[in-house]
Each structure stands twice: as structure tokens, then as C-alpha cells.
């Protein structure tokens, strides 16, 4: 049929609302066209999914900072045509609180190994349909570290990546070589007042000052806790900061010493080599974090097609070397190349790694530590 | 005018929406955390309905955040105040005409920019490679400023500064000059023409300007948060850490119940105390 | 007294002055100057993040302070002509609403919505099964700050009207004019700047607000949330550049919107 004919009909069809306007574009070519035209001019019109069609123009994102690399988002976009909206978020609690309260708009979002199955009793997110993520192969990954996205044998998250907490060290500054908590905090308050860091929530700086005392990173003991409070006030007049977004401070300088998790202690060694990252001897935090779809998901087919396209070996490759965590998933390391494989801040040494305990989800939730929290915060 | 009507439907009609949102949007959130507040919290953080006055009775375990901003807000009040009437007297009084409308200009596009931005800017300076790094250059080693109360209130000073010059400004240019002249043509010394009629006469530009200020303050968040690296710790902190960390919804509305009541009791006694008696009532509320 | 006011306008100028300057730094880090160039000009146009985040901020500022601007306005013009005791609550609550501070106004608002689609949702759901439930997004965002900027404008507008001389209104009643011609003919044009002013001034607070959005705005991004985010993260000068662009465009705005108060003043003189 003449192409103008063709048009015309379709045009008239169009008018009359017999097809929708996706259809006519689709049709007529000039879906394609527009599609094109988004994709040169990069922002400047909302991008449909004319590609693959069903999962719809955007999805949503609520994922921690500097944890993907935003050309994979470009990529995914190319892709299926929906934009990634992403919102950044810098603990679990706050994560939960948002979806506790609802409404969030979420599509995906990526909760920490010790808050899976909180959000699952709590009806907050859905057992994944493990058909729409083929990309998610769990007998390709180890099983030690992804074993926390099920709950009762239901898989409720698919691994992203793992890490350890740790902490940073400038050794530009720090002569000491600290290698443990207790000369951590010792530092914190001798040497290095007013260089030292901690984390903005409670599992992790309450967790480590519990170690300084040799305790379970875990422990939700009274008298424990007492004693991690006391640690913690005494060593607050000696805190640069007490926040999750440290980065900067150590880029410029003010900070030298501070709780930091693997991926940003890797971007700051990357960036400036006298930044290292240490495990303190006696222990501490092993984590995995998973992503996972909200009940209340508005695209859910989005938020599947972009865990899936993350989870592809090759793309979650290209986002283990931006963001420096470990992938759990067996088939991305081969593709990883060797010496990342070999680093010692991905990959700490056995004999660290053994005393490290996963974050429980009694920790996360106990209400006398989020007071303990508030207490050194406010004082 | 027009004579007596039961229903003047006009009026209902335009006034309908602005009552819709005020009822929805400011009243029906106000009595839902007031609810909330007699709540008890979750097992696993929210709100679970109850009849209790246990949060309110909790709110001593807060009184750090009271403590701060009860003594940094009038602080940075009063320092804004001693920044801010210098020169809002120059510009009224001494700056021709001529110049006047063009330097107020300036003191009003910082106030148009971004607030983050401009809060970002004094991360950037006195953070270690800012004016530490500068003072380390002189000799003078080892200095910090980011992170501390004197970052909290510089940010303070800097972000509210304009909103207390303007006030000050439009009281000081109502001034009747003649007065002034008046006062020193009868002999009286410039610091006593300034004692006696220039400050009296622009207190209700300094009343507004500070009641502006300190409810700013009162609520702050961002400014401690940016400036304050987590340790200088206002209402307004706890209060998000309250429902973003520890998901305490009811503690966390009984401290906001509270705030917004040491609001209205301070400004209202506020405005009580320095407004009587001098009748300006009404221009310091304009 | 001239030196004091010269230092007081280099404290509110240099910390602009330094943003603007290490915007065109040529280096990755946000805290070393490296040569001159406009590379992160271009990373921030040509990130569709930035992009999204702008004109997300654009819509909400627009459509609430048209809301507030035509509500405020209605009800300033209405309230001397409803009964004292029903102004004096309606004042009161005007008066509330712009002294509660925002952070609070975002949490009630949060949970008071959170609430309200906890109910509704499920109503929808057996009503019209397939409806996309309530949630946040541009709808709360806008209608939080709807409530701020209105209390604004009819605080403003109420000003004006007071100050308004009431012997034009009359003598356009005496001259048999109709209400509305009277409105549109006599009122209008002088409450004019009055009602831009409340305009501009929600329009401003709600490009710049972040405390409220940061709360109901659910997973959209406006351009406040996404600085806070690169803040967060403090990694290289875009988030300069961004805040330059801001820096500039408001001051054109500043600019746009005296030359048309200007010209709104002029123009009863010409007549």
C-alpha cells in the first residue's frame, strides 16, 4: 500500500480514537522517529517505551549513594525506553520509615540483609516472581551471603552485591597502622580528635563500639549496651561527624579516621591511594544487600525489568567496578578482571573475614538502640 | 453597602477553596499527630492507637534538642539583629536615594538563590581547604570550623540575614528625617538623637524582622544538619530522626506538638511584652 | 558605618563567588581548582537527572503558586465581607500556617496523607479494580505547598487591600458600575503588584524548598533533592555548576520581575 495511504488511514483511525496514540506513532514509524529524537536531545522529552512496550516510561529507584554507575541506567533506558528515577537514601530505617508510612512510589528499592524480613512480615514487599528475573541464577551465587533474601523459604530479595564495614584510614595522617575497634576508638579520642567519623545510624556505630569491648557486634544485651553508651559519649566531643556520607570529608582532608563500608573505602582508595580500608581484628559487620519490589510498587514489570537488566553478569560487571562492592554472583566475577578480584579492600584476607557477623534483624529493630542512638546524638 | 443578607453566596463560594485547604492541609495533619501523640509506638516502628500520656511524659529524654535550639535560635536571633541594623541604618539613612534601591538589591539576591546552595558554599569555606587551609598558610595551624556550633551560626547569619535588614530598612525609611534634624537643631548629641528617636521609632522593623528570624530558627533543620556534620542537634533533627530513624511516629509527634506550642506561647508573649502599649501592633504584623 | 556595610556585602557575596568560581574548575574534586573550563556545565545539561529534577521543581513551583496566588487572592478579596467571628478563626489559621515550620508541615502532612490513602486505597481497589492507588508524588508535593504559599498571598494581598484607597471603589459604585466591572476596572489593577509579589514569592519558595519535599514528594526528584543528594555525595563540581545555573536564573527572574512591576507602575501614570 502507498506509505501515504497508509498514513492518512491510520491517522483517521487515530482521530476517530479507535487506536491509541502509542499505536498510531508505532505504527506510522514516527514513534521510532520521536524515539530517536529523545534519545539525541537526552532529557528534553519524556522517553516512552515505544522499545519493548509494556513496562512503561519510568522507574523507580530508592537505592543508597554512589551505588550505581549511571551509564547501566543510560544502557537500561536504551533499552526498554523507561527512565530510572532514583532517590537516594542513607540508612535502612529511613528506608522503612517511607515505606511503613507508604505511598513511596517505588518501584525497586535495596534494603540490607538484616532488614528482609522485617519488611516481609510486615507486608511490605512481595516474594519475587524468580520468572521475571532470569538474570538472578541463586545457584550461581553463594549461598552464605544471599541466604538472608529468604524467609521462610520464600525468596523475597535478589543479592546485588556484598561488603564488610570496616573503617577508612588516611595514612598520610594516621602513623599508627590501626588494625583493630579498640585502637579505633582509642584513636578517636587521643591522637585524631576532631578527625573521626562514625556512621549516622545505630546498627553499625552502636555494633562497633560494641566490639572495642570484645561483645557480639549483635548484642542486644542491657548491660552491653550500657557499656557501648558510655564509649560512644565519651568519644562524641571527639567526632568530626557522625554521618553515612563521610566521602567528602575525607576527599578534603577534615576527616582521616572513620566507620566506612567497602565500597566507599574502595572509591576513596581509587581516587587517593594514602585512603586505606581496614577490618578491625576482633570483628564486626558482613552485610549483603538485595533488591527488592514493594507491595505498593506502581511498575512492578519496570521494577522487575530493571532488577533483571542489573543482574545481567555483564552490566552488574560494569557497576562492580564503579561502586567497588564484591558481587555475590559467580558468572560477574569471571568477568571481572583479575586484580579486582585480587584486592584486598573487595576481597579482605580468611582470617578477617571469619569473626565478622551478619547484622540481625532483632539488632535492627530494638527499640533501646534506637534511643541509645538518639541519646549520643543529642548530647 | 448592600442590605442584610442570610448567604452571601459570592463570598462562599471564592472562600470555599482557601477553607478547603486550610482544613485539609493544615488542620486535619495538625489533629492527626495530635492523635498520634497519645499513641504508642509499634512493635516494629509506627504508631499503634492508644490513650496514654507516656510520650509526652518521654519528652525529657529530647532535652538536649530543646536545650540547643532553645538557646541557638535567640542566639543567631540576636546576632542576625546586630548584623543586619547597621546596615539597614546605613541604607535608610545615609545612602542617597539615588543608590539606595540598588544596594537593597544586593542584600536581596543572595536571599533568591538557592538556600541549599548558599549552605553548601560555607561547607565549601570552612571546610579544610577552605579558610582553614588559608589561616594554616599565615601560621595559624590546625583550626576548624566546620562541624561546630560557630558553622551552625554563621550558616544561621548568612541565610537569614536579608530577612532582617528589610524590616529594619522599611521602619528606619518611614522615619520622619525632620525629626532627626529637629533633635540636632535642639542640641542634642548624634549617640542621644539615635537613643531617643531613631531606635525607639524602628523597633517595630526589628520586632518583625526578629519574630521572622527566630521562627525560622525554631524549626530548622537543614543548617545544623548541613553545617552541623550530626553533632549540633536542633528540634528539627530530632524530630526527623525520630520518624526516619527510630520510626517513633508517636515520641516524635508529641515533640512536634510541643514545638509548635513553645511557638505560639514565645511569639505571642513575644509580641505581647514589646509591642504594648506603643500601638504598633499592627505594623510589626505586616 | 560605609566599611561596615562594604563587609557585610563581601560576606554575602564571596561564598556565591566561590560556588561560581569552582564551577569552572577543570579538576574532578570539588575542593581543588584545576584550570579553567565548562566541562561540568555540560555534564550537568546533559544529565537527564538534572534535567528531570528541573523541570519536575518547575511544575510543582507553577501549579502551586497558581493554586495559592488565585485562592489567596479570592479569599483576602472576601474575607472583610464574612462574618467577624468566622475571620478572626480564618486569620488565626493563616496566621498558624505560616509560623508552623516546615519540617512539621512535612511530617503531618506525610502521615495525615499516609493515613488518608491507607483508607482510601482499598476503597479504590474493590471500586475500580486496575486504578493506580494514591501515593505520593506531584499531587501531595504540590498541594503541601500550596499551603504555605497561600497563607503567603493572603497575607500580602490583605496588606495591599488595606492600604487600597476605598474612594475609587466608591466612585465606580456611585457611577453605577457592576461589581465585576468595578473589580476588574478599579481593584484589580491596583492590587496587581500585590498579587504578582505573592506569586513570585511562592514561586521562589517552592523552586527552593527541600524540608517538605523531602517528605511527601514520594519517588519524585525535584531539583532541591537532587542537590541535596550530590551534597551528600560532594564528589566533583557539577553540583557547582547546578548551583550557579540556579544562581543566575533566579537573578534573571529577579530582574524580569522588576522591570514588570516597573512597567505596571508606569502605566496608571501613562493612561
Not at chain 1, 585502637?183 to 587521643?190: C, E, N, V, Y
Not at chain 3, 528541573?54 to 510543582?60: A, D, W
Not at chain 3, 488518608?116 to 476503597?123: G, I, K, Q, R, S
Request: net charge neutral; glycine share 8%; aromatic share 12%.
Amino acid at each position: 500500500m502507498d506509505p501515504r495511504k497508509e498514513f492518512i488511514k491510520q491517522l483517521r483511525r487515530y482521530e476517530k480514537g479507535s487506536i491509541s496514540r502509542r499505536h498510531f506513532l508505532g505504527v506510522t514509524g514516527l514513534g521510532t522517529a520521536m524515539a530517536v529524537m529523545a534519545a539525541e536531545v537526552p532529557g528534553l522529552l519524556p522517553r516512552k517505551a515505544w522499545a519493548a512496550g509494556s513496562i512503561g516510561d519510568k522507574v523507580s529507584l530508592a537505592t543508597w549513594p554512589n551505588y550505581h554507575d549511571p551509564k547501566d541506567f543510560e544502557a537500561f533506558t536504551a533499552q526498554t525506553g523507561a527512565a530510572v528515577e532514583v532517590s537516594v537514601f542513607g540508612s535502612n530505617e529511613e528506608m522503612l520509615a517511607k515505606l511503613q508510612a507508604g505511598g513511596t512510589g517505588w518501584d525497586v528499592f535495596v534494603p540490607t540483609n538484616y532488614t528482609v524480613s522485617t519488611h516481609a512480615s510486615l507486608g511490605l514487599i512481595e516474594p519475587l516472581d524468580l520468572k521475571k528475573i532470569p538474570n538472578y541464577d541463586i545457584a550461581a551465587n553463594d549461598a552464605r551471603l544471599i541466604k538472608e533474601g529468604t524467609v521462610n523459604g520464600t525468596v523475597y530479595g535478589a543479592a546485588k552485591d556484598w561488603g564488610t564495614t570496616g573503617f577508612a584510614v588516611n595514612t598520610a595522617k594516621v602513623k599508627e597502622n590501626p588494625t583493630s575497634w579498640k585502637q579505633f576508638w582509642d584513636l578517636t579520642q587521643g591522637a585524631y580528635s576532631g578527625r573521626v567519623t562514625v556512621h549516622d545510624y545505630q546498627l553499625t556505630t552502636i555494633g562497633n563500639a560494641l566490639k572495642y569491648y570484645g561483645y557480639s557486634f549483635n548484642s542486644n544485651d542491657e548491660k552491653e549496651l550500657a557499656d557501648a553508651e558510655k564509649l560512644l559519649m565519651a568519644a562524641k566531643p571527639n567526632l568530626f561527624a557522625i554521618t553515612s556520607d563521610y566521602q567528602p570529608a575525607f576527599r578534603n582532608g577534615d576527616a582521616w579516621l572513620g566507620i566506612c563500608w567497602t565500597g566507599d573505602g574502595k572509591q576513596l582508595h581509587r581516587d587517593i591511594p594514602e585512603i586505606t580500608y581496614v577490618l578491625g581484628k576482633e570483628g564486626g559487620e558482613v552485610w549483603t544487600d538485595f533488591y527488592a519490589v514493594p507491595k505498593s510498587a506502581p511498575n512492578r514489570e519496570g521494577g522487575y525489568a530493571l532488577i533483571n537488566f542489573l543482574l545481567d553478569p555483564a552490566i552488574n560487571a560494569t557497576e562492580v567496578k564503579f561502586h567497588g562492592q564484591p558481587s555475590t554472583d559467580s558468572r560477574t566475577n569471571k568477568l571481572l578482571p583479575e586484580e579486582l578480584l585480587k584486592d584486598p579492600i573487595m576481597y579482605p584476607a580468611a582470617e578477617l573475614l571469619a569473626p565478622l557477623e551478619f547484622g540481625s534483624a532483632a539488632t535492627f529493630t530494638n527499640p533501646a538502640r534506637a534511643e541509645l542512638m538518639a541519646r549520643f546524638k543529642a548530647a | 453597602m448592600q442590605g442584610p443578607r442570610k448567604w452571601d453566596w459570592t463570598a462562599i463560594l471564592l472562600m470555599s477553596p482557601s477553607v478547603a485547604i486550610f482544613l485539609g492541609l493544615l488542620v486535619m495533619p495538625i489533629l492527626v499527630v495530635l492523635v498520634l501523640s497519645f499513641g504508642e509506638r509499634a512493635e516494629a516502628g509506627g504508631y499503634q492507637a492508644a490513650f496514654t500520656f507516656a510520650q509526652y511524659a518521654n519528652l525529657p529524654a529530647r532535652w538536649a534538642a530543646f536545650r540547643n535550639t532553645l538557646t541557638l535560635a535567640p542566639l543567631g536571633t540576636v546576632l542576625c539583629l546586630l548584623a543586619a541594623y547597621p546596615l539597614a541604618y546605613y541604607l535608610a539613612v545615609k545612602v542617597s536615594s539615588r543608590n539606595r534601591l540598588l544596594l537593597l538589591i544586593l542584600v536581596i539576591v543572595p536571599f533568591w538563590t538557592s538556600f541549599l546552595i548558599r549552605t553548601y558554599a560555607w561547607i565549601f569555606i570552612l571546610g579544610g581547604k577552605g579558610l582553614p587551609a588559608l589561616l594554616d598558610m599565615i601560621g595559624v595551624p590546625d583550626v576548624r570550623f566546620i562541624n561546630t556550633p560557630f558553622a551552625v551560626l554563621v550558616g544561621i547569619v548568612y541565610g537569614y540575614l536579608p530577612l532582617m535588614v528589610f524590616p529594619i530598612f522599611v521602619s528606619l525609611e518611614r522615619l520622619d528625617k525632620r525629626l532627626l534634624e529637629a533633635s540636632d537643631d535642639l542640641g542634642a548629641s548624634p549617640a542621644r538623637t539615635f537613643w531617643q528617636i531613631t531606635l525607639p521609632l524602628s523597633a517595630p522593623g526589628a520586632v518583625t524582622g526578629c519574630m521572622l528570624v527566630f521562627i525560622l530558627l525554631m524549626g530548622e533543620y537543614l543548617i545544623p544538619a548541613l553545617l552541623g556534620g550530626g553533632k549540633v542537634f536542633f528540634i528539627g533533627n530530632a524530630l526527623v530522626d525520630l520518624f526516619l530513624q527510630s520510626r517513633n511516629w508517636p515520641f516524635g509527634s508529641a515533640v512536634a506538638v510541643s514545638l509548635v506550642v513553645i511557638m505560639l506561647v514565645t511569639v505571642t508573649l513575644y509580641l505581647r511584652v514589646t509591642l504594648r502599649n506603643r500601638g504598633m501592633r499592627d505594623q510589626a504584623l505586616v | 558605618m560605609r566599611i561596615y556595610a562594604v563587609f557585610v556585602y563581601l560576606f554575602l557575596y564571596a561564598p556565591l563567588a566561590v560556588i561560581a568560581l569552582f564551577s569552572f574548575s577543570a579538576g574532578r574534586s570539588a575542593s581543588d581548582f584545576h584550570g579553567f573550563s565548562l566541562q561540568w556545565y555540560a555534564t550537568a545539561a546533559g544529565n537527564r537527572l538534572v534535567i528531570e529534577a528541573l523541570l519536575n521543581s518547575l511544575l510543582v513551583a507553577f501549579v502551586s503558586s497558581a493554586i495559592a496566588t488565585l485562592f489567596g487572592t479570592a479569599a483576602a478579596l472576601m474575607l472583610p465581607r464574612v462574618k467577624p467571628a468566622f475571620r478572626m478563626v480564618f486569620d488565626a489559621l493563616t496566621y498558624v500556617a505560616i509560623m508552623v515550620p516546615g519540617i512539621v508541615i512535612g511530617i503531618s502532612t506525610l502521615i495525615a496523607l499516609a493515613t488518608t490513602f491507607n483508607f482510601l486505597n482499598p476503597l479504590i481497589a474493590g471500586d475500580a479494580p486496575g486504578a493506580p492507588p494514591l501515593g505520593f508524588g506531584f499531587g501531595s508535593l504540590i498541594c503541601a505547598h500550596s499551603l504555605f504559599a497561600m497563607a503567603l498571598v493572603i497575607v500580602i494581598v490583605k496588606a495591599r487591600l488595606s492600604g487600597m484607597d476605598r474612594s475609587l471603589v466608591e466612585a465606580s459604585m456611585d457611577l453605577y458600575a457592576d461589581p465585576w466591572g468595578t473589580f476588574r476596572q478599579v481593584t484589580l489593577p491596583q492590587l496587581m503588584p500585590a498579587v504578582i509579589a505573592g506569586f513570585l514569592l511562592s514561586f521562589t519558595f517552592s523552586l527552593d524548598d527541600y524540608v517538605i519535599a523531602s517528605f511527601v514528594a514520594g519517588s519524585r526528584v525535584t531539583l532541591p533533592i537532587y542537590v541535596f543528594a550530590s551534597i551528600r555525595r560532594g564528589v566533583t563540581p557539577e553540583i557547582n555548576a547546578i548551583g550557579t545555573t540556579v544562581m543566575v536564573f533566579s537573578l534573571a527572574m529577579l530582574v524580569v520581575a522588576q522591570v514588570l512591576l516597573r512597567r505596571q507602575a508606569r502605566k496608571p501614570a501613562a493612561a
